[in-house]
């Protein structure tokens, strides 16, 4: 759906019934499954502010009542990463709107995300239920057990640090009884973060597994590492540095694979959509530090006892607490209740 009224008139359109015309549209445009379903939640928080403000024509939307959204979705404790990622997208909505003359035009320039600070980045930054999905299911079409898809799903799936993926061998993956060993080996160039105490058998789910078998018969490379060890990931050369990892989870999570750059880039013209090695300068894209923070953020607002996220994550509750989770306070109020109420 596109076009210009002739008349330069605004048609009336409901807040709901725009977001379902806008869905249909993105999914007319090959739009991914996990995509819609990420755009649809995060608009879902502005169609209830609408409907708070008893909006019921986009019509009347001016740039002052954006603003008083944002202030409203701030006022609920989420962090600025998570803000900016919902007014990106609102942003792109709004673009859509005055395509179909149901705002005024330029309407879109009006929302302003928050600007990170690399400080924010690093303790705030996670990849979000949302674009974790996204990106699974567009490796999961695209690029199937790749190395990439691999990393990624184990990042996300069992929380390990990019040490730790490295370290794995070939023999410490247990495919029959679904579970990796993580073994602390610095006298062969695998040391993990707390040494022997980061050793630690990790579950995997059957997906994860499907999708480890996979690469194994079809992509990894039967090499050697420099300690005459098989890794279980691989690149031609041997087993990857930490670095490449980083690289690849940067390139698995570039937001023009599966939808629309939120910095409204041309990804024909844009150095990390189009060359992967340069995939960290995409400034929406993460490494696998937020990919770990946001799985086990997933995991606590499923009420997973945080001892078991503990355990299997390999930090403590109070570091958890202080550097992982990004639940908000309500959340947690929340989670308490349901405990509370059962006694």
């Known amino acids: ?24 549209d993105r999914q007319t445009d090959g739009a991914s499954e996990a995509t819609l379903r990420s755009h649809r939640s995060r608009l879902g928080h502005f169609l209830d502010w609408c409907e708070a403000e008893d909006i019921d024509n ?42 179909v003359d149901a705002v005024t035009n330029d309407l879109s320039e009006s929302i302003v995300s928050p600007n990170l600070t690399n400080g924010e980045n690093s ?37 390990m640090r990019r040490g730790a993926i490295r370290a794995l061998d070939l023999d410490d993956y247990h495919p029959d009884e679904e579970y990796v060993e993580v073994v602390h080996r610095p006298e062969s160039d695998t040391p993990i973060k707390n040494k022997e105490a980061g050793e630690r058998h990790v579950a995997l789910d059957t997906g994860t597994c499907t999708i480890l078998n996979d690469y194994l018969n079809q992509h ?18 041997g087993r990857p540095h930490v670095q490449t990892i980083q690289t690849w989870v940067y390139a698995a999570t570039r937001p023009c694979q599966w939808g629309d750059c939120p910095d409204d880039r041309d990804p024909d013209e844009c150095g990390p959509a189009v060359d992967r090695s340069q995939s960290s300068s995409c400034p929406a894209s993460v ?17 997973v006892p945080i001892q078991v996220v503990s355990d299997r994550a390999n930090a403590s509750a109070e570091v958890l607490e202080e550097h992982y989770s990004q639940l908000t306070n309500k959340e947690k109020m929340e989670q308490r209740r349901d405990y509370l109420d059962n006694l």
């Open 1 to 24: 759906m596109s076009g210009t009224n002739p008349n330069g008139q605004l048609e009336p359109l409901d807040p709901s019934e725009a977001l379902e015309l806008y869905i249909a």
């Open 58 to 99: 986009l019509n009347d939307l001016t740039g002052r009542d954006l603003q008083r959204y944002k202030v409203w979705r701030s006022d609920f404790g989420i962090n600025r990463v998570t803000l900016k990622t919902q007014l990106d997208t609102l942003r792109v909505f709004i673009r859509w709107c005055e395509s």
């Open 123 to 159: 303790r705030d930054e996670m990849l979000d239920t949302e674009t974790a999905e996204a990106a699974l299911d567009w490796h999961r079409r695209y690029q199937y057990a790749s190395e990439q898809h691999v990393v990624l799903r184990l990042a996300w799936r069992t929380w």
């Open 220 to 237: 990894r490379h039967d090499v050697t590492d420099d300690h005459g060890r098989n890794p279980l990931i691989t690149t031609p050369q």
């Open 287 to 303: 490494s696998p530090h937020p990919v770990r923070r946001g799985g086990i953020t997933h995991a606590l607002r499923e009420e």
